[in-house]
């Protein structure tokens, strides 16, 4: 029996209220591991025509968010951290090169936080990486591709501060 967005969800809430802190945010990234293993649940939560960011379900205790991502092309972005919040990246198809990034100095009024790239790593089907408050990070995609991606708070109601790469 395949795996529903709605119990995926459920699943997520109860590693959550079992355990709020890192070791449910761990739990999650599990589950996200296990349904991206399910070709149904990577269908129903990304058909063909999903948008760059659609939201599959806001819970509306805890306030985390389950998110389909789809990407035409290549496309990256500057380094980054999610504010206040979490986020756990599940690769469900093609490829995602990752880089952690060091924080040098974090942003201050208008002035741009700097990083200085620490590694790179590819995430591929079915793999889920957490990125916990705080920790900068960059996607480049090469190609086209999907994944799902759960922030602990909604992050389009925060706003972001931004980060400039430097040597």
């Known amino acids: 029996m395949s795996l529903s967005v709605e119990q995926f969800a459920n699943q997520c809430r109860e590693a959550l209220l079992a355990d709020p802190g890192p070791a449910g945010r761990v739990a999650v990234v599990e589950l996200v591991q296990e349904a991206l293993k399910d070709p149904a649940f990577v269908a129903e939560a990304l058909p063909e025509g999903t948008p760059e960011r659609k939201v599959l379900y806001?819970?509306?205790?805890?306030?985390?968010?389950?998110?389909a991502h789809a990407y035409v092309g290549a496309k990256g972005s500057n380094?980054?951290?999610h504010g206040p919040s979490?986020?756990?990246?599940?690769?469900?198809?093609g490829e995602t090169v990752m880089t952690d990034w060091d924080c040098l100095a974090r942003p201050e009024g208008e002035t741009p936080?700097?990083?200085k790239r620490n590694r790179d790593y590819v995430l591929k089907p079915g793999d889920a990486y957490l990125y916990e408050p705080g920790v900068l990070h960059s996607p480049r995609r090469d190609g086209s591709t999907k994944l799902i991606r759960i922030e602990g708070i909604n992050m389009d109601r925060v706003k972001r501060q931004p980060y400039v790469a430097v040597e």
Not at 86 to 93: E, K, M, T
């Open 58 to 67: 806001e819970d509306p205790d805890l306030g985390f968010t389950i998110l």
């Open 79 to 81: 380094p980054h951290d």
């Open 86 to 93: 979490w986020a756990i990246y599940g690769q469900a198809a």
């Open 113 to 115: 936080g700097k990083a």
